[in-house]
Each structure stands twice: as C-alpha cells, then as structure tokens.
C-alpha cells in the first residue's frame, strides 16, 4: 500500500504525472500490458483495485499533480517524438488502414503504440471513454446495457517490435487473433469466448503439429500427452515501482 503523498515524494524529476491502472484484483493490474514501458522508465503506477477507487480519483482529478489513466490512449511518459511518429506513419500507414479494414467496429482507430515492449498489441481506451475496468463494473449494473457501450469503442495499438503480416488469408485470421487476446489482456471482456478459445486451439494445433512433425523428421519421439514440445516458462509483467493504491479516506 501507498499513499498519495508518498507517490509524490517518489516521484521522478522529469515526470509530471500521477500514474495509475484500475483493475479488478492486484495480479489483474501487475500483468497489464499498459505497465510495460512505465516499468522499464521505473515509473510507479497506482493499482487501483477497489470499485470505488477509480471513480474517486476521476472526481478527484488531480494531488499536487494530475492523475492520468495509464489504459487510455495519447499517453505522454516523456518519449513522444513527433518527427519520429510522423516518418513510421508514413512507412506503416497502409499497414494500420488494412487493419482497421479488417476489424471495422470493433476499433476505433489503429495506432502505433509507444508503451509496449514485449506486447503486439494492446487495446486502450479513448480519452474520455470508460477503461476496460469501469466498463465491467457499468455492465454488472442492472442498467447496464452493452449496446449503449459502441461510443465507448477503444483503440488498437500496435507495438513496432513485432513484424506484421502480408495480406493474406493467414494474416487476416491471425489480425482476428491479435484482437481477440488483446481485448482479454487490456481487461475488456470478449462478446464470445467460446469463439475465441476455438481460435486459440486451432492455431494450437496447427503450431504443435508442425513441431511434432520435425521432431519426427529428425527421429524424436513423441512430446507425452499433456505437455508441450520445448515448453518455457512464461514471465508475466510487473516490477517493484508498481503499487497498490487504497482508497483515500
């Protein structure tokens, strides 16, 4: 736990905001792809864990510096370079039109991302939209009404750390993908999971059969049933300057 005042005190020289990821358990807010350039620059961020906490702090707006959403799109942690952003816009320009054709209204644009640098790709929301955590706690309202959310529609953004694929109908089923897995690691919740894992198993299959098959080639046995060919352990994300915030009393 830490308290308003000592988030300030730690502050960095050169940082001009308060930090902050809602979420709806600690383990949910430390794996936010939304942490990982922030963590890496050793910025803390405020987990905001409890219901009441992020409307708290929308209402409170600002302690001696401004609070910004860390999930929401246009995050500024100081590397913003304009010239930069406008020559990658012109060399993968095509490459965000054709997604965004091939997502529709899902999104409501297709960004280059400047806070990734392990993700593809993650989904954020728009400045005055709800974020992934406030959407699901307006759905478990008894008003809550999904249709009512379209406006609230967020952003795809795309990390240039990953190659992007030819218009091809792999590629497109693999944009499918990207969105989908996205929209469960930004927080938001899949209109039909049934439909996305039957994704995920599919290209499941498709990857461990090629695997088994070149173990075959080059005479290996079978992997045993139930586990995978060259299995590694999966690191998730988080750091030491990622807090927890309680809410202020």
């Known amino acids: 736990m830490i308290s308003l005042d000592e988030y300030v005190d730690n502050m960095k020289p050169d940082q001009k905001h308060i930090y902050y990821v809602a979420a709806d358990s600690v383990t949910s807010a430390r794996n936010a792809p939304f942490l990982e350039k922030l963590l890496e ?15 708290a702090i929308q209402n ?20 913003k370079d304009e010239e930069k952003e406008k020559l990658l816009k012109q060399e993968f320009g095509h490459t965000w039109e054709w997604i965004k054709k091939r997502l529709g209204d899902k999104v409501a644009s297709v960004q280059i991302s400047n806070q990734l640098s392990s993700s ?27 249709a009512n959310l379209d406006f609230m529609r967020a952003s795809l953004n795309v990390s240039l750390n990953h190659p992007h694929s030819p218009n091809d109908e792999d590629a497109l089923r693999a944009i499918d993908l990207l969105y989908d897995t996205a929209l469960v690691s930004s927080g938001f919740t899949p209109e039909n999971p049934a439909e996305l894992g039957g994704k995920i198993y599919e290209m499941m299959g498709v990857a461990l059969s090629g695997k088994w098959s070149a173990y075959e080639q080059f005479g290996h046995q079978h992997t045993p049933t139930g586990s995978f060919p060259d299995a590694r352990n999966w ?9 927890e915030a309680g809410s202020q009393k």
């Open 41 to 55: 620059k050793d910025l803390e961020v405020l987990f905001l864990v409890d219901p009441i906490d992020e409307v």
């Open 235 to 243: 690191e998730s994300g988080g750091g030491s300057r990622a807090r």
């Open 60 to 79: 409170l707006k600002s302690f001696k510096e401004d609070f910004v959403d860390i999930s929401k799109e246009d995050l500024d942690i100081g590397e």
């Open 120 to 146: 593809p790709c993650v989904l954020v929301s728009g400045k005055f939209g709800w974020s992934a955590n406030m959407e699901r706690l307006m759905k478990a309202q008894t008003v809550g009404d999904a």
